[in-house]
C-alpha cells in the first residue's frame, strides 16, 4: 500500500471522527439544517476563489464561517424563523456560487488550472494533501479536548440554555465557537466528502447512536466510531475500486442508520 493512500485513509478516518465528535452538538441544539446551510453555503466560496483564481480552501472556509456566524448573528424576529433565514441565504449563497463558477468556466475554457465547482461538489481523494491530515488532527484534539474538559458545561447549553446562562455561562459565546469549529470542519470535509454530503457525515452519526443508547456521553463515543470506520471503509472501497469516497460514506452510514433503525423499532 502506497504512503499517498495511507494518508488518503488516515486523513478519511479523522474526518469521520472530527464530525462524529460534533454530530452530537449539532443534532441536539437543532442545528442540523446549519449543518446543510454552511456547506452549501460555501458553494458561493468555491465558485469566487475560481472566478479570481485565488486558493480554494481559504476562501470557502471564509464564505463557511461567515454564513454560519452571520446566521448565529441574525436577530431574533418572529416574522422570519430561523430555518427561513438559512434557507434564503444557502439559496443566495448557491446561486452566487454558480453564476460565478459558470462565467469562470465561459471566460476561461482553455484554462481549467484552477479546477472545475463539480469537484468540490463532490470531492475527490485527489485532492488529499498531507496539510489536511495535520489539520483534521489539530482539529480532533481541540474537540475532544473540549468535549471532555466542559462535558457538564455543553450538557447545560444544549438541554438548558436559560439555565446555562443563569449559571453564568457565555451561552453567546459558546454557541458561536460551536458554529466556528462546525464551519472549520465543512470546509476540511469539502476535499474528501464534497459540499453536497459533507452535511450528513455530521448528523447521521449522533441520529444513529441515539437509537443504540439513550446515555449522552455513549452517543458521543458511538458517534466517533461509527463516523471514523465508515469514512475509513468508504475511502478504502474508493480507492480500490476509483469511485468518489463521499457517496459511499455516506451511503455506509446510512446503511448503519437503517439497521439500527430496524432493530430499534423491534426493541419497542
Known sequence: MS???ILTLLTASLLGIACGAQSFLV????????????SHGMIAGVGLALFLHWPVFPVALLS?????????????RDDISSDSAIGIMLS??????????????HVHADDCGGGHLEEFLVGSL???HVGDA??????CVAVITLLSVYWRQLL???????????AGLPVTAIHLMSLSILAVTIALAMKIAGVLLVGALIIIPSVTAGLITQSASRVVVISIVM????????????????LLPGPIIVLLLFGIFLVARLFAGKRQ
Not at 443566495?92 to 468556466?105: F, K, P
Not at 447545560?156 to 443563569?166: K, Q, Y
Not at 470506520?229 to 476509483?242: D, E, F, K, N
Open 227 to 242: 463516523g471514523a470506520l465508515a469514512a475509513l471503509a468508504g475511502s478504502l472501497v474508493a480507492v480500490t475500486y476509483g
Open 92 to 105: 443566495a449563497a448557491v446561486a452566487t456560487g454558480l453564476l460565478l463558477s459558470s462565467v469562470h468556466d
Open 126 to 128: 485527489t485532492q488529499v
Open 64 to 76: 463557511a464561517l461567515a454564513f454560519s456566524l452571520g446566521v448565529g448573528l441574525l436577530p431574533k
Open 3 to 5: 504512503t499517498e493512500i
Open 134 to 139: 495535520y489539520f483534521l488532527a489539530a482539529l
Open 27 to 38: 443534532v441536539h441544539r437543532r442545528m442540523a439544517f446549519m449543518g446543510h446551510g454552511a
Open 156 to 166: 447545560l447549553f444544549l438541554f438548558d440554555p436559560e439555565g446555562a446562562r443563569t
